[in-house]
Nanobody, 119 residues
Framework: QVQLVESGGGLVQAGGSLRLSCTAS????????MGWFRQAPGKEREFVAK????????SYKDSVKGRFTISRENAKNTVYLQMDSLKAEDSAVYYC????????????WGQGTQVTVSS
């Protein structure tokens, strides 16, 4: 079982920045596609960003393009989400997830970290 632990959330003013981290334990992190998702109160969970196992393929939700950056550091079994120019609508619980090789879905999820952006 892969365990994912997010950190780095908090309260920030609009226009500010946060960097989320997600560290995996167990398994072979370098073989996982990694994604970030978020869920705001009363809304469904939505995709934010993803990166392939080899780091060559990256995708973002349209509304975060140019503001958020996903990256990974395999030596530390960690994926990051750098969030700049934050807006109030970015407030949500952010989750990281791991996609196993040849899988079409994300098999493992973290517990989430709260991001609150005050306007």
């Amino acid at each position: 079982q892969v365990q994912l632990v997010e950190s780095g959330g908090g309260l920030v003013q609009a226009g500010g920045s946060l960097r989320l981290s997600c560290t995996a334990s167990r398994g072979t992190f370098s073989s996982y596609g990694m994604g970030w998702f978020r869920q705001a109160p009363g809304k469904e969970r939505e995709f934010v960003a993803k990166m392939s196992a080899n780091g060559r393929y990256i995708s973002y939700k349209d509304s975060v393009k140019g503001r958020f950056t996903i990256s990974r550091e395999n030596a530390k079994n960690t994926v990051y989400l750098q969030m700049d120019s934050l807006k109030a609508e970015d407030s949500a619980v952010y989750y990281c997830a791991a996609q196993l090789l040849a899988s079409a879905t994300y098999s493992y999820w973290g517990q989430g970290t709260q991001v609150t952006v005050s306007s």
